[in-house]
């Protein structure tokens, strides 16, 4: 580890000024490839050793891996880590959401109360950090002190039932849903009647997870009643309702959305938080012609509970989220480390698609993730080594 420091602190003092990378600089091929999105994170990696404060530094920032840079032994201990947090007793008020046993469904409740905030919205790439931060904290409780690991899904385009994510051994994080035929394709509808439909064919699984370390895994809360959860807190969906995991992994999602070349162009051709976040979330309003983006096509390869096919208000439950969530905050982590000063903003107001509407978010108003952190500024949320409370990169 220290050789590796001291090599990013070299490389840093040579790119601290240097403008951000331009899709032309790269040949077709090294895109496609995934061979320019590595040397993206290398730059962005080097820039960011340039941005320590607090109490951050390089002895004690968190990494966060690919899941195959992580050995076997070591992905053991973060799935044990995780069925610790599933087994913790839940702490919220005595009745608030009855359905909440464990730390884990504490946590699955954190992201549905605010969900109809925090979509299609200012605040969606900075909660879902802060909610990534909350999860990697709890994971340190219970004896993960690394970096929440990442899924690259340009490395999976073959397929992510291929992947070691997803090999359904005890150094995965489960196996496909059992295939389910015969399932009609997803539709889903828009708001804007000019905007084509988006159909997603069904994937490989479709049922049960019934391979690898969540075998069993319940599922509680929910289903939300999405008209009623948007925007407030939802009132239904709190009770005990026990079922059981289910995945559809589906290399349509990575195909047609997050392919290397889709992440890396994002990348590469967002001047702006206005441009990169409209295009990573795929909202209707902006890009009619795009409304996935990288962010419903990480979550359409899970499919099911893990993704939008399913209730994308408990995805959380699928604990490849975490992995999931973990690249799109990487690809964010990237665009903004490449030129930090002038991509400290955001963009949006403060309700999903601004129903109802709602005043522009700041970087003065306050993020929480209750009640596991507390609120902060949103501008303390921007340098992930800021100490202000991040302190990880990407590697
Ligand atoms: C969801 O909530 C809305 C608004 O309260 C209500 O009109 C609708 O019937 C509910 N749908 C279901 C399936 O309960
Ligand atoms: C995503 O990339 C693939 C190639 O990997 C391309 O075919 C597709 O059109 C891209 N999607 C978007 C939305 O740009
Ligand atoms: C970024 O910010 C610097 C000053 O911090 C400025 O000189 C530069 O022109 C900005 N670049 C862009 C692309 O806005
Ligand atoms: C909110 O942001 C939009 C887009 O940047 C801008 O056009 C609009 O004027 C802002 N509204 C207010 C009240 O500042
Ligand atoms: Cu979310």
Not at 121 to 147: D, I, K, M, P
Not at 161 to 172: K, N, Q, R, Y
Not at 221 to 231: A, D, K, V, W
Request: proline fraction near 9%; charged fraction near 20%; charge should be neutral.
């Amino acid at each position: 580890m220290k050789l590796l420091t001291g090599y990013i602190l070299l490389q840093a003092a040579g790119l601290a000024a240097a403008l951000p990378p331009k899709l032309e600089e790269f040949k077709q091929k090294a895109i496609n490839s995934g061979v320019a999105l590595k040397a993206l994170n290398g730059i962005a990696l080097a820039k960011a050793f340039t941005k320590f404060g607090g109490t951050c530094r390089p002895s004690n920032v968190k990494y966060r891996r690919e899941w195959r840079s992580i050995s076997k032994h070591d992905r053991r201990k973060f799935i044990k880590a995780v069925k610790c947090v599933m087994t913790k007793p839940s702490t919220l008020p005595f009745g608030e959401v009855p359905g909440a046993k464990s730390l884990y469904d504490d946590i699955v409740w954190a992201h549905a109360r605010r969900s109809g905030l925090v979509h299609n919205s200012g605040t969606f790439l900075l909660f879902h950090r802060y909610y990534l931060y909350t999860y990697e904290s709890e994971l340190a409780n219970c004896g993960w002190t690394s970096g929440l690991p990442y899924w690259e899904w340009g490395l999976d385009i073959a397929g992510p039932h291929l992947s070691p994510v997803f090999d359904g051994t005890d150094t995965s994080l489960g196996g496909d849903g059992e295939f389910v035929p015969n399932r009609p394709p997803f539709t889903i509808p828009f708001i804007d009647p000019l905007t084509p439909e988006i159909v997603i064919q069904p994937g490989t699984g479709g049922g049960c997870v019934k391979t690898g370390p969540f075998t069993g895994l319940e599922v509680r809360l929910g289903p939300f009643n999405i008209t009623e959860t948007f925007p407030v807190e939802p009132k239904d969906g709190r009770e005990y309702n026990p079922r059981c995991l289910i995945r559809d992994l589906n290399k349509g999602g990575i195909e047609r959305w997050a392919s290397f070349r889709n992440s890396t162009e994002l990348i590469l051709e967002s001047d702006d938080i206005f441009e990169f976040h409209v295009t990573a979330e795929g909202d209707p309003r902006w890009v009619p012609q795009q409304p996935m983006g990288i962010h419903g096509g990480g979550h359409s390869a899970i499919g099911g509970i893990g993704g939008h096919a399913g209730d994308p208000v408990i995805s959380p439950y699928d604990p490849a989220f975490w992995l999931t969530h973990g690249q799109l905050d990487r690809i964010y982590w990237i665009w903004q480390m490449l030129d930090l000063p002038n991509r400290s903003d955001v963009f949006g107001t403060g309700t999903w698609l601004n129903i109802p509407p709602s005043p522009n978010v700041t970087v003065e108003d306050t993020l929480d993730v209750l009640p596991h952190q507390p609120a902060r500024k949103i501008k303390e949320l921007m340098n992930s080594v800021a100490g202000s409370p991040f302190c990880f990169v990407y590697v």
